[in-house]
């Protein structure tokens, strides 16, 4: 998995309390992103970051927010769980190949809100 | 928009039969394009990607891409396929002046039979 580890891989809330997905990286990588995966709509992008302190929305981003204080974690939070966040979290990060850039994925974050 | 779409939600194959995973694009300029698969409980895992040039691409485990930019496909394919073939198949595109965001498809599941 690309040296890419997600904390916790399982999770259960309840609607309204804040979850806090982890990803930690080992190499250095400047670009990270958080995914959701739901059955019908393969990954959607919610945040990505370029840097430290730098981060930009995606395209489902209602309803997160993302910190990035240090280059090798990439936090994602959902302030106020409800059930249509429950999906399986991934955390990709970009490695520049014959000039193009590749994503690599984390194992991902099972995240159910009841 | 960019938009990617993968028409079939599964495909059957015999093994050691050509297996053909389809995908078509729409993007602004011109893209570059992935194929990922993802095993069960597992993140995605690069296979391939078209930049420029010769429009087969080769990648991992036997598995190659055809790019067609009059008919704006990029699909899947591979001459012989293998029970342990069997996986979820995301195909992603990106515009060459994007930034570093992909737009994946839906997803195909295929399933080889013994």
């Known amino acids: 998995d690309a040296g890419i580890t997600q904390s916790p891989r399982h999770k259960v809330t309840e609607t309204g309390t804040p979850v806090t997905l982890r990803c930690h990286q080992t190499?250095?990588?400047?670009?990270m992103y958080w995914y959701r995966q739901d059955p019908g709509h393969g990954l959607r992008l919610i945040h990505y970051?370029?840097?430290?302190?730098?981060?930009d929305k995606g395209e489902v981003s209602d309803g997160y927010s993302v910190s990035r204080s240090k280059t090798e974690d990439f936090l994602l939070t959902l302030e106020s769980a409800t059930s249509s966040q429950t999906s399986v979290y991934f955390c990709?990060?970009?490695?520049?190949?014959?000039?193009?850039?590749?994503?690599?994925f984390g194992p991902g974050t099972r995240l159910t809100v009841t | 928009a960019q938009s990617v779409a993968q028409p079939e939600d599964q495909v059957n194959v015999a093994e050691g039969n050509p297996l053909t995973v389809k995908c078509t694009y729409s993007?602004?300029?011109?893209?570059?394009l992935f194929w990922y698969v993802q095993y069960p409980n597992r993140g995605l895992q690069f296979l391939l990607k078209?930049?420029?040039?010769?429009?087969l691409v080769k990648g991992s485990y036997g598995f190659e891409a055809e790019f067609n930019k009059s008919q704006t496909s990029f699909h899947l394919k591979k001459p012989s396929a293998l029970v342990s073939d069997s996986a979820l198949y995301f195909c992603?595109?990106?515009?060459?002046?994007?930034?570093?965001?992909?737009?994946f498809g839906s997803g195909t599941r295929l399933l080889v039979r013994p």
């Open positions: 078209y930049i420029t040039g010769d429009n």
């Open positions: 970051s370029y840097g430290v302190k730098d981060t």
């Open positions: 992603a595109v990106r515009d060459r002046d994007s930034s570093y965001k992909l737009i």
């Open positions: 190499e250095n990588h400047r670009y």
């Open positions: 993007v602004s300029g011109n893209p570059y």
């Open positions: 990709a990060i970009s490695v520049l190949e014959a000039g193009v850039d590749e994503q690599y």
